[in-house]
T-cell receptor, first 114, second 114 residues
Framework: GNSVTQMEGPVTLSEEAFLTINCTYTATGYPSLFWYVQYPGEGLQLLLKATKADDKGSNKGFEATYRKETTSFHLEKGSVQVSDSAVYFCALSLSTSGTYKYIFGTGTRLKVLA | AAGVIQSPRHLIKEKRETATLKCYPIPRHDTVYWYQQGPGQDPQFLISFYEKMQSDKGSIPDRFSAQQFSDYHSELNMSSLELGDSALYFC?????????????FGQGTRLTVV
């Protein structure tokens, strides 16, 4: 079936450390891939997206590359800040039998310490 | 810019009561998705609508029903509430039926069943 698998959290880093949150997916067809971020008490906000193989999404210093050969969409940031502390969700959107849906990973909580 | 509006933001109900959650999508968005996010869980897809017709159905209990109205707002009706229904309920909207377009999420309605 279609699914998204993320690395488990929490991930705890010191400020200015390098961040990688792994995400792999299983999907039929040609999904688009997304990273959403959820700050405490808030809804999900789109962080970045990629719609085809080898696309790189980037925003606010975060990057992720759509790797079809490894079915991955790992999130990276070179230097994290305390304000990046949040839960990060990898997601895919796909079309099956004329319907459209988003499938989310389980989320990875990031804690950045000053 | 206008965002997805959900009401109420917080709701407390007793077991076996009924609750109605409302979602107002971004103007000109024609697709609405409903998700349920339990404590520490990833968002689980409940149901979606496109152009006022049910588009897809996920893990929505039979006690729940939803519809999209002529002005594109959507309501999720939940009856015979159970303690396990306590969760954050998100609505998301998007424009058109394409895997290329991202969903925009509201801030959610936190339902507590006591």
């Amino acid at each position: 079936g279609n699914s998204v698998t993320q690395m488990e959290g929490p991930v705890t880093l010191s400020e200015e450390a390098f961040l990688t949150i792994n995400c792999t997916y299983t999907a039929t067809g040609y999904p688009s891939l997304f990273w959403y971020v959820q700050y405490p008490g808030e809804g999900l906000q789109l962080l970045l997206k990629a719609t085809k193989a080898d696309d790189k999404g980037s925003n606010k210093g975060f990057e992720a590359t759509y790797r079809k050969e490894t079915t991955s969409f790992h999130l990276e940031k070179g230097s994290v800040q305390v304000s990046d502390s949040a839960v990060y969700f990898c997601a895919l959107s796909l079309s099956t039998s004329g319907t459209y849906k988003y499938i989310f990973g389980t989320g990875t909580r990031l804690k950045v310490l000053a | 810019a206008a965002g997805v509006i959900q009401s109420p933001r917080h709701l407390i109900k007793e077991k076996r009561e009924t609750a109605t959650l409302k979602c107002y999508p971004i103007p000109r968005h024609d697709t609405v998705y409903w998700y349920q996010q339990g404590p520490g869980q990833d968002p689980q897809f409940l149901i979606s609508f496109y152009e006022k017709m049910q588009s897809d159905k996920g893990s929505i209990p039979d006690r729940f029903s939803a519809q999209q109205f002529s002005d594109y707002h959507s309501e999720l009706n939940m009856s015979s509430l159970e303690l396990g229904d306590s969760a954050l309920y998100f609505c998301a909207s998007s424009k058109g039926r394409s895997v290329l377009t991202e969903a925009f999420f509201g801030q959610g309605t936190r339902l507590t069943v006591v």
